[in-house]
């Protein structure tokens, strides 16, 4: 069974804006990781966030954690059109790693 | 570093025919993941390998569905018989440790006519 349930499923937006991903998921974990997937190309690992901390940065990329409300938000700022891209959550329940549903995301140029 | 390396990369097969995909890790991973993702959807884990130990193997279709590490390294999955609904990406990952950031491989995409 899956895990986690990104939101939205789809977001458009234009070259520049800022883009937000949420994730929710169902039990405890232990980390949780955001992985792109570009069309046709396998999953790239972006981050890692651990149970005990809030928010990660990397980049033009930022995550937080909220473990009592079980969601985590990824946040790419100043978006280009190469970050046009699926981008999936994975948790970390029992030293395994299962994703959602991703969010399709296009930055128009 | 040498990334993930998956076989074949495309493989059409007729239903109730038996396929395999091969797996190499990255060198010194103890940990591989084989996942299906069927178009439009999120990866789903078939099985998890520690070393040459099965992990979870809870989603995978075991009447049909067959995977094996031997020696820790290579990996292996097989369908046999094949059915429609096989019709996906199949990806091997692999990291350094249970959890911790994988590395994905391009993906074996498999169609089932």
């Known amino acids: 069974s899956q895990q986690g349930e990104e939101d939205p499923q789809a977001l458009s937006i234009q070259e520049g804006e800022n883009a937000t991903m949420n994730c929710s998921y169902k039990?405890?974990?232990?980390?949780l990781q955001w992985y792109r997937q570009n069309s046709g190309r396998g999953l790239v690992h972006l981050i890692l966030i651990r149970s005990n901390e809030r928010e990660k940065h990397s980049g033009r990329l930022r995550v937080t954690l909220d473990t009592s409300k079980k969601s985590s938000s990824l946040l790419i700022t100043a978006s280009r059109a190469a970050d046009t891209a699926s981008y999936f959550c994975a948790t970390d329940v029992k030293n395994d790693m299962r994703f959602g549903a991703g969010t399709r995301l296009t930055v128009k140029p | 570093e040498a990334g993930v390396a998956q076989s074949p990369r495309y493989k059409i097969i007729e239903k109730r025919q038996s396929v395999a995909f091969w797996c190499n890790p990255i060198?010194?991973?103890?940990?591989l993941y084989w996942y299906q993702q069927i178009l439009g959807q999120g990866p789903k884990l078939l099985i998890q390998?520690?070393?040459?130990?099965?992990?979870?193997d809870s989603q995978l279709p075991k009447d049909r569905f067959s995977a094996e590490r031997l020696k820790g390294v290579d990996s292996t999955l097989k369908i046999q018989p094949a059915k429609l609904e096989d019709s996906a990406v199949y990806l091997c990952?692999?990291?350094?440790?249970?959890?911790?950031?994988?590395?994905f491989g391009q993906g074996t995409r498999l169609t089932v006519v």
């Open positions: 039990t405890s974990i232990n980390n």
């Open positions: 990952a692999s990291s350094f440790k249970s959890g911790g950031e994988a590395f």
């Open positions: 060198s010194g991973h103890a940990t």
């Open positions: 390998f520690q070393n040459n130990g099965v992990v979870d």
